[in-house]
Structure formats: structure tokens, C-alpha cells
Nanobody, 121 residues
Framework: QVKLVESGGGLVRSGGSLSLSCAASGRSFRDDTMGWFRQAPGKERQFVGCIAGSAGIRYIADSMKDRFTISIDNAKNTVYLQMNNLKPEDTAVYYC??????????????WGQGTQVTISS
């Protein structure tokens, strides 16, 4: 059974940083894509970033690429999202996603349960 477990969410003040982790179990995603989405209250789910496990090719949404970094540790089957200079509008539930997909190409096959990120002003 495939499982994605996010961690690292929490409450920080505007301008602060958070690092999210997502550990996958049940299969390796070395040859697939892992990434992050977020959903704020009352809003649609929004793509954040993705990374190809083997090639290390990564893509971050334009609105976040100056502040967010995505990385992967294939040995640990874990993807990370480093978020800096956080703003109140970054408040959302952040979801890990994995499978055979890429930004605007297909949909993830697996999803985590989400981790809450709250930024206070």
C-alpha cells in the first residue's frame, strides 16, 4: 500500500521559513514525479512545485519560485519543500503528491493527507 506522509507544517510569522517533508512508502518514486500542491480555505487547489526523482528536474510555480525550493532524497523516498519569506497568503493545507505526472501534464496517482501551514501577519 502506497502512503505519503507530510510533516513540517505549523504556524510562523510573516517573513519566516518552514520546511515541509513528505516521506513515501510502499513503492519507490525514483522514476516518477513527486511534488506539492496547496489549498487555501475557499479556494481551489493550487500547484506549488514538482521534481522528477531520477533526473532531478524541478519546476516551481512562477509566483513562488523566488521563495520556495523543492528537493528530493531518492534514497529516503522523500521530497522536501523549503519555504522562505512566507506571507499570510501562503496559508493553506499543503499536500504531497506522487506518481506519473508533471505540471499541467496528467494528475498525481497518490496524495498525502496534507499538513497545515499558517502564516500570521
Amino acid at each position: 500500500q502506497v502512503k505519503l506522509v507530510e510533516s513540517g507544517g505549523g504556524l510562523v510569522r510573516s517573513g519566516g521559513s518552514l520546511s515541509l517533508s513528505c516521506a513515501a512508502s510502499g513503492r519507490s518514486f525514483r522514476d516518477d514525479t513527486m511534488g506539492w500542491f496547496r489549498q487555501a480555505p475557499g479556494k481551489e487547489r493550487q500547484f506549488v512545485g514538482c521534481i522528477a526523482g531520477s533526473a532531478g528536474i524541478r519546476y516551481i510555480a512562477d509566483s513562488m519560485k523566488d521563495r520556495f525550493t523543492i528537493s528530493i532524497d531518492n534514497a529516503k523516498n522523500t521530497v522536501y519543500l523549503q519555504m522562505n519569506n512566507l506571507k499570510p497568503e501562503d496559508t493553506a493545507v499543503y499536500y504531497c503528491a506522487a506518481g506519473n505526472w508533471w505540471h499541467e501534464r496528467g494528475q498525481p496517482d497518490y496524495w498525502g493527507q496534507g499538513t497545515q501551514v499558517t502564516i500570521s501577519s
